[in-house]
């Protein structure tokens, strides 16, 4: 098992790390606070663990932060391999082409064939 869940959890748990030893807090007052286990709040620190959104706005309100920032310029890449590369507009544009493409070529298809693409 990886000692980190993905980059973007380093990033956070380090965040959270800086926010709470800003105000001189230990982990267990934050995970007191925050309504959290001492070792959900270890793991995030370490980046083990990827919190969810409601873990996350928890320990923001309590480190008195905006939970934005603990997230702020991560991408979907820092959260670590995908299948799929491709934003909405990427699969929109692409579908559109598909969809031109098949409409072109609807004279020299005597099947009708559609062109159609799967979300999946």
């Given at each position: 098992?990886?000692?980190?869940?993905?980059?973007?959890?380093?990033?956070?748990?380090?965040?959270?790390?800086?926010?709470?030893?800003?105000?001189?807090?230990?982990?267990?007052?934050?995970?007191?606070?925050?309504?959290?286990?001492?070792?959900?709040?270890?793991?995030?620190?370490?980046?083990?663990?990827?919190?969810?959104?409601?873990?996350?706005?928890?320990?923001?309100?309590?480190?008195?932060?905006?939970?934005?920032?603990?997230?702020?310029?991560?991408?979907?890449?820092?959260?670590?391999?995908?299948?799929?590369?491709?934003?909405?507009?990427?699969?929109?544009?692409?579908?559109?082409?598909?969809?031109?493409?098949?409409?072109?070529?609807?004279?020299?298809?005597?099947?009708?064939?559609?062109?159609?693409s799967s979300a999946g």
């Amino acid at each position: 098992m990886p000692r980190f869940h993905s980059p973007a959890a380093q990033v956070i748990g380090a965040r959270i790390r800086d926010a709470r030893l800003a105000l001189g807090i230990s982990m267990d007052d934050l995970s007191h606070l925050a309504e959290l286990s001492l070792t959900s709040v270890g793991k995030i620190e370490r980046g083990a663990q990827s919190p969810s959104a409601e873990t996350l706005v928890r320990l923001a309100t309590v480190l008195e932060i905006d939970a934005g920032s603990l997230i702020s310029g991560l991408t979907a890449r820092d959260f670590g391999q995908r299948t799929r590369q491709y934003t909405a507009r990427d699969f929109i544009r692409e579908q559109r082409a598909r969809e031109q493409g098949s409409e072109a070529g609807s004279d020299d298809n005597p099947m009708g064939a559609t062109g159609t693409s799967s979300a999946g």
